[in-house]
């Protein structure tokens, strides 16, 4: 398992913190008989680290699981665990199982990493359509509807899947369903997979900025979509379309953001099922809207003209779609819009995560291991 506790914030955790990952993880839902003595001590060893993390007088670490003794059942509930305005790492560790159920990271729960042992038994899941009714009777809209929402600064993601399951009912509208919402500045996604069909990540102010190394992330419609800044490298961004519609990304940059969405080493592709030529690579939802792909592999369902107006001539003036050193199938650059870009080498080589991200560092991992999406 690959763990932040290797990065130098957290070189000074102490063998009691190792000790309670290492006899914490693992360990699947089991729902028969009595906890064996070595679960028992493990569930002791875990009970204790919680009590330290909360009381701030030990390690800060928080373990989620449905059978060892002491951790907590759900994620929400680590994260309420959580002391407000926390100034100091908190890594809730989530055993290998399905957690259902909608989780808020609030804006005073920073620093936080939620870290699973592997994306692919660690599910995080729900099934919440922005057009469910509300306790008023109305929508519930956009906001707290993810599966996650994130709107504390600071957090990070390893090693986990968040899906809604509200996905691919039907290709006709009405189908938004947020797997992400990035709320909070400085979000780290690492070796996940966010899963989804319309509308699956959603960027939800300008201020948030966000880095997703080794990524998959799945959907059909306007599936990276909102106001923020999102850096994705070597990332997988499928699409699961079935219908001859839909787009990747619809940004709502503002003017004064340099940035929106840039992806580095990224690979676009689809399901089987997906035709030829049916999917955008970008239409703007706002006058200003940024997108940017560099060193990109496209699959064969990327639209020869590449982005979309959106029926909405005056966006061809403002909208900032640009590409760089695009290959597959996709990659027809001479059949694009004209009011899109092509960048020069020199141009791209000035797009690093410093000029996206900003300064600091702040998005810095340990070298990543070899891990398939």
């Known amino acids: 398992m690959r763990s932040r506790i290797s990065n130098g914030k957290f070189a000074a955790a102490s063998a009691t913190m190792l000790l309670a990952v290492s006899l914490a993880s693992g360990v699947l839902r089991c729902n028969a008989g009595p906890l064996s003595m070595a679960r028992q001590l493990a569930g002791a060893t875990v009970a204790k680290a919680n009590r330290a993390a909360t009381a701030g007088l030990g390690p800060a670490i928080y373990t989620v699981s449905y059978s060892v003794a002491g951790a907590y059942r759900t994620v929400q509930a680590a994260i309420n665990a959580v002391p407000t305005n926390n100034k100091r790492p908190v890594i809730i560790h989530i055993d290998p199982g399905s957690y259902p159920g909608l989780v808020v990271i609030p804006a005073d729960k920073p620093h936080i990493t939620l870290q699973g042992s592997n994306a692919h038994n660690t599910l995080l899941t729900d099934n919440l359509p922005v057009r469910d009714a509300g306790k008023n009777g109305h929508p519930r809209g956009f906001m707290n509807t993810a599966t996650l929402c994130i709107y504390a600064p600071n957090t990070t993601l390893d090693n986990i ?41 959603y960027f939800s102010h300008p201020d948030p900025r966000a880095y997703f190394s080794h990524c998959l992330i799945t959907g059909a419609v306007d599936y990276i979509y909102g106001f923020g800044t999102g850096l994705f490298d070597h990332c997988t961004i499928r699409n699961v379309n079935k219908g001859h519609w839909g787009s990747i990304t619809a940004p709502s940059t503002p003017e004064s953001q340099r940035f929106g969405f840039v992806f580095i080493h990224c690979r676009l592709t689809s399901l089987k099922s997906t035709p030829a030529g049916s999917v955008f690579l970008g239409r703007s939802r706002r006058p200003y809207g940024s997108t940017t792909f560099i060193d990109c592999y496209m699959g064969k369902q990327i639209r020869p003209m590449g982005w979309s107006n959106w029926k909405k001539p005056k966006l061809e003036k403002t909208a900032r779609f640009a590409e760089y050193h695009s290959t597959g199938p996709g990659a027809d650059v001479k059949s694009r819009v004209p009011w899109s870009r092509q960048l020069t080498k020199a141009r791209a080589g000035k797009i690093t995560p410093e000029t996206v991200l900003g300064p600091g560092n702040w998005w810095h991992l340990p070298p990543l291991s070899t891990k398939g999406n």
Not at 171 to 177: D, H, K, R
Not at 185 to 194: E, F, G, N, Q
């Open 161 to 201: 899947t968040i899906q809604n399951s509200y996905v691919q009912k039907s290709n006709v509208n009405g189908n938004q369903a947020l797997a992400v919402t990035v709320g909070g500045d400085k979000l780290v996604v690492d070796h996940c997979r966010l899963l989804g069909f319309q509308d699956t990540l």
